[in-house]
C-alpha cells in the first residue's frame, strides 16, 4: 500500500464519508470545489489503478466506492509515522502531543481508562 498525495487523501475522505459516489459528487465534497471535473476523474482513476477505489459502471458513467476502509489507511501510516518519528514508540508520540499541549489530562486518562479496560 503506498502513501497518497495530499488531492488523493482528500478525495479518499470524501468517498469514506459518501460511501460509493459519482465524480460530480466527489467534486461537490472537495474543500476546493473549482479543481476540475477532469482533474477529479484523473485522480480517481489513479485511485482505482493504486487499488484504493473499486467502481460499478452504468453504462459510460462510473460510482466509485472505497476499496480501502479509513481504518485500514490510518493505521498502515500511523504506524510508519510512529516508526519514522517516534522510534517505534507510542509512549514517545504521546508524550510529544502532551507537551505540545495537543492532548489534555483529562483525555490522557480516558486513554488510560481505554487501555485497562482491554
Given amino acids: 500500500m503506498e502513501k497518497l498525495t495530499n488531492k488523493e487523501e482528500e478525495i479518499m475522505h470524501v468517498l469514506w464519508q459518501l460511501e460509493k459516489a459519482f465524480v460530480k459528487e466527489v467534486q461537490a465534497g472537495l474543500e476546493?470545489?473549482?479543481l476540475h471535473y477532469n482533474?477529479?476523474?484523473?485522480i480517481i482513476r489513479n485511485l482505482v489503478d493504486k487499488g484504493y477505489v473499486g467502481y460499478k459502471a452504468y453504462g459510460k458513467t462510473?460510482?466509485?466506492y472505497p476499496v480501502i476502509s479509513r481504518e485500514t489507511y490510518g493505521r498502515k501510516f500511523w504506524?510508519?509515522?510512529?516508526?519514522k518519528f517516534f522510534d517505534s514508540s507510542y509512549k514517545n508520540m504521546v508524550s510529544f502531543f502532551a507537551k505540545e499541549e495537543k492532548i489534555s489530562a483529562k483525555e490522557l486518562?480516558?486513554?488510560l481508562e481505554i487501555i485497562e479496560k482491554k
Wanted: without cysteine; hydrophobic residues 15%.
Fill in 39 to 42: 482533474t477529479v476523474s484523473t
Fill in 32 to 34: 476546493d470545489e473549482n
Fill in 79 to 83: 504506524n510508519e509515522a510512529t516508526r
Fill in 62 to 64: 462510473h460510482q466509485y
Fill in 109 to 111: 486518562r480516558e486513554i
